[in-house]
């Protein structure tokens, strides 16, 4: 198993943000994690990537213990966070941009052929290399967000909320780079709000309600579950 999480807890203050999750996350496999505002998904991915501490419970990665490293040193382990909002340097250049993804490396012709490689997964990156992040549409910033962390050469890539606030013709194309960047070997958790986009990419899910593990398995099983069609999909 590439990564395990063992009943994490996580609070922020005295405030409990996820509550004794358990999940596990194949090689190669994408495996999303849904649910409501608020319900935890966010705090989850923070957790793996050592932008939020533990309360209780642990996480391994690649057969080694991760939850007491620094997020610069989880990154060097082989884990890349795309968060919410993309979080982009918006007076920093394109290429600036994605360059910063591979800060950690050392391997100045692996980052130069990975820069090109990005370029080729996102043309309009390419065009763009020399323009500032910040007068480039939502979509073309999310595109730069993913790019960024791909130059960071992950095993795993955590991506909150890829889809939002996207036209529907750009989620489309972010489903497909979603899918390419998945059949390259890199493993995927994606979080969303957009069910039927995450259960029709996914494997696997998750769903999380208000901080606890409320339903788990294949994703096909859970877009047919009763529940699930109400809550998250509006059937």
Known sequence: MLL??????????????????SMSVPEGSVVTIIGANGAGKSTTLRALSGLASLRSGEISFN?????????????????????????????????ENLRTGAFLRKDKKGIEADLESCFDHFPRLKERRRQLAKTMSGGEQQMLAIGRALMAKPKLLLMDEPSMGLAPI??????????????QGITVILVEQNA???????????VLETGNLALEGPADELHDNDHVRAAYLGV
Do not use: C
């Open 63 to 95: 057969g080694k213990r991760i939850d007491k490293l620094a997020a610069h040193r989880i990154v060097g382990e082989g884990i890349a966070h795309v968060p919410e909002g993309r979080r982009i340097f918006p007076d920093l250049t394109v290429e």
């Open 4 to 21: 395990e999480m063992k009943d994490a807890s996580v609070n922020y203050g005295k405030v409990s943000a996820i509550r004794n999750i």
């Open 170 to 183: 750009i989620v489309e194309e972010i489903a497909r780079i979603i899918e390419t960047i998945n059949a």
């Open 196 to 206: 039927e986009l995450a259960l029709g990419l996914a494997t696997y899910a998750y």
